[in-house]
C-alpha cells in the first residue's frame, strides 16, 4: 500500500492529475493512455484512500476510474463544458464511510454558476466540486474539494485561489475542510499559495507530522523526478491536523500514470 492504515477520525487523501487521453499518442510513447490506464488502476488500488481527487480526465477516462473505484467509491462530478464533455475534475468518496450531504460544481470565473465560463486572463474554463460529508465513523460533518487551476492565466489563477477559499469557507460554515487538486503553481512561493494560506489553509506538504520519502517535484513531465522541484499539486487543509504526507511517481513495469505525481496525506478534525 501507499498510504500507511489509518485508523478513524483519520481519512486518507489522495490527489492525482491523471493527464488527458490524447488520441494522437502512439504506443509506446510515455503519453499514450492506452498503456499509462492499467498503471493508474495499479496506483488507486495500492492508495485505497477515502478520497480521491482526480483531474483532467476525459469521458473516455471515467470507465478506468470507476472500474477501480465504483464498486467502493460514489463519483461526483461533470465535465467543465457541461455534463460529459470537456476535462473533469472528480470526486470520489468511499461510501460506507462518508455520507454525502451536499455537493457541488462551480466554474472559477466571475460567474461561477455558468457552465464553460472562463475567468479573467484564463485560458479556458477552470472548475471546483465540493461535497459536504458526514464521517459515519465519528458523525463529524466535513468538506471536501478538488479543482484544478488556469496554467496561463496568473490572475485567473490568484482570482481563482480567492473564490475557492471563499465558496469552501461557505460551505464549510465552521467544519473542517481538505481542498486538492493540481494548482498550477508553486507551493510555498506563488499568489494562489499565499491566498489560500492567508484564507486558513494549511499545505499538508508542510504541517504533516510525517513526510515519507523524497520531497521530489509534483511535475516530472515522464521524467525522472527531481528533489526539491516545484509541487504545483497540494493537498491544503483547514481546521485538520496532518499524520502523514508524500508524493508518489508511481511505477508499473517502468511506466507512469500521468505526467504528474500524486499527492496524498493522512488526515484528520484537529482537536479545539
Not at 498510504?3 to 478513524?8: E, N, W
Not at 467509491?73 to 472528480?90: A, D, P, Y
Not at 499568489?191 to 517535484?217: K, M, N
Not at 497540494?234 to 511517481?249: E, P, Y
Amino acid at each position: 500500500m501507499i498510504l500507511p492504515d489509518a485508523q478513524p477520525p483519520a481519512l486518507t487523501m489522495l490527489t492525482q492529475n491523471i493527464r488527458y487521453h490524447d488520441g494522437g499518442t502512439r504506443p509506446g510513447e510515455p503519453d499514450h493512455w492506452g498503456e499509462r490506464a492499467p498503471v493508474l488502476s495499479d496506483l488507486l488500488a495500492a492508495a485505497d484512500a477515502d478520497v480521491v481527487g482526480v483531474q483532467e480526465v476525459l469521458a473516455s477516462q471515467i470507465p478506468v476510474l470507476d472500474e477501480a473505484l465504483a464498486r467502493t467509491h460514489q463519483r461526483l462530478g461533470i465535465g467543465r463544458e457541461g455534463g460529459g464533455r470537456g476535462e473533469h475534475n472528480l470526486l470520489y468518496l468511499r461510501r460506507d464511510r462518508l455520507e454525502l450531504l451536499d455537493w457541488d460544481q462551480f466554474w472559477l470565473s466571475e460567474q461561477p454558476a455558468l457552465i464553460g465560463s472562463v475567468g479573467w486572463d484564463g485560458h479556458c474554463p477552470r472548475i471546483a466540486v465540493w461535497a459536504r460529508v458526514r464521517d459515519r465513523e465519528t458523525m463529524q460533518e466535513l468538506v471536501l474539494a478538488v479543482t484544478h487551476l488556469d496554467h496561463a492565466g496568473e490572475r485567473a489563477r490568484e482570482q481563482g485561489a480567492e473564490l475557492l477559499a471563499r465558496r469552501l469557507q461557505q460551505a464549510a460554515d465552521g467544519a473542517p475542510a481538505v481542498l486538492m487538486g493540481d494548482f498550477n503553481a508553486a507551493g510555498g512561493s506563488s499568489a494562489p499559495w499565499d491566498v489560500l494560506q492567508t484564507a486558513g489553509f494549511a499545505d499538508a506538504h508542510d504541517v504533516a507530522a510525517t513526510f515519507e520519502g523524497e520531497d521530489i517535484g509534483t511535475f516530472p513531465d515522464y521524467g525522472e523526478p527531481v528533489v526539491g522541484e516545484i509541487r504545483i499539486d497540494w493537498i491544503l487543509t483547514l481546521g485538520m491536523d496532518v499524520d502523514w504526507s508524500t508524493t508518489h511517481l508511481h511505477l508499473l513495469e517502468g511506466r507512469a500514470p500521468s505526467d504528474h505525481a500524486a499527492v496524498a496525506a493522512i488526515v484528520r478534525p484537529a482537536v479545539t
